[in-house]
């Protein structure tokens, strides 16, 4: 199965909501896929989570659609949490991740 990686800026937390729910939240938002790892860094002074996720076999274009529609989903249920940035999404090509084509 295609796997693929999700980075997202996390900001501030929203009023009333706990930390712990970002990584909760972004994980519950990709029920259906198989969620493979999870973390959380620090890049340039900024937090993100990443979450590597698989997604059915298909044709590329799909995988990547696929892909890219969870990420964006992802990111809207966590923007619920906390304010959000930046969002990437990568495949893992023989031992690299490599951006999504545009």
Request: hydrophobic share 45%; no cysteine; charged share 25%.
């Amino acid at each position: 199965m295609p796997s693929f990686r999700l980075e997202l800026e996390i900001g501030r937390l929203r009023p009333g909501r706990d930390p712990n729910e970002v990584m909760d939240t972004a994980i519950a938002s990709l029920a259906g896929f198989h969620v493979d790892a999870t973390d959380i860094a620090v890049t340039a002074g900024t937090p993100r989570i990443l979450l590597r996720f698989s997604v059915m076999e298909s044709s590329e274009t799909e995988e990547n659609q696929a892909a890219r529609l969870a990420a964006v989903h992802t990111r809207d249920a966590v923007d619920a949490v906390a304010g959000t940035g930046q969002l990437w999404v990568l495949r893992r090509r023989g031992g690299r991740w490599l951006p999504l084509p545009a």
